[in-house]
């Protein structure tokens, strides 16, 4: 039992029972919390609306990273039946693999900018089975921005988005030999295997 390690999952359409789920799993040892990267495919509000923040406080207080795995969001166009006949399934689902990882990339870059870290600065998130090549990329492409805009950080509570990931974040991979060599730019704590 030592090597199950729960994680809650939660009714994300409903803030307060998320909140209450939370805490109740916490007490029973779960150890982190999925929730979804794109509430707005659901028609809900963005990540870094104050709506969320019953759900991180709770989190926060009770010291579980929130989880944002592959496929979260909105899957409709990711298998659309007429890229199955036009390109068949197997290029298709090979395809999906590359659109739902950097869908978590896009989703982590969302929150990275949202404003959620500075108003609850302890909480931890982990971004699973989306691989880590797109890290780099993210964390260049918006410092890069930062600087060239003039932003003071205080939009995001950090001198860069770089030190928030290496703060708050965590990237998950399976196999990426290529992508091994930029763990240094990430943060090697920043970094984890994972296995199916």
């Not at 969320?52 to 659309?80: K, N, R, V, Y």
């Not at 068949?88 to 990882?101: C, H």
């Not at 896009?106 to 949202?114: E, F, P």
């Not at 964390?139 to 205080?154: A, E, I």
Request: contains cysteine; aromatic residues 10%; charged residues 20%.
């Amino acid at each position: 039992s030592r090597r199950l390690l729960p994680i809650a999952a939660t009714p994300f359409w409903d803030v307060e029972a998320s909140a209450r789920e939370i805490r109740r799993c916490a007490e029973q040892g779960h150890k982190g919390v999925l929730f979804t990267g794109e509430p707005q495919a659901f028609g809900l509000p963005y990540l870094g609306d104050e709506h969320w923040d019953p759900i991180w406080a709770t989190a926060q207080e009770c010291d579980l990273p929130i989880s944002f795995h592959i496929g979260s969001g909105d899957m409709s166009t990711i298998f659309d039946k007429r890229r199955v006949a036009a390109h068949g399934s197997g290029a298709t689902y090979a395809r999906s693999t590359v659109a739902l990882t950097l869908g978590n990339g896009d989703q982590v870059a969302d929150l990275l900018l949202s404003g959620v870290l500075p108003r609850f600065p302890d909480l931890q998130f982990v971004s699973v089975e989306s691989g880590i090549g797109w890290v780099p990329f993210i964390l260049d492409r918006m410092d890069k921005h930062m600087w060239n805009q003039s932003w003071t950080g205080l939009d995001v509570g950090a001198s860069s988005v770089t030190e928030i990931w290496q703060k708050n974040f965590l990237g998950c991979f399976i196999t990426e030999p290529t992508n091994l060599r930029l763990v240094d730019r990430m943060g090697e704590h920043t970094v984890a295997w994972e296995c199916d």
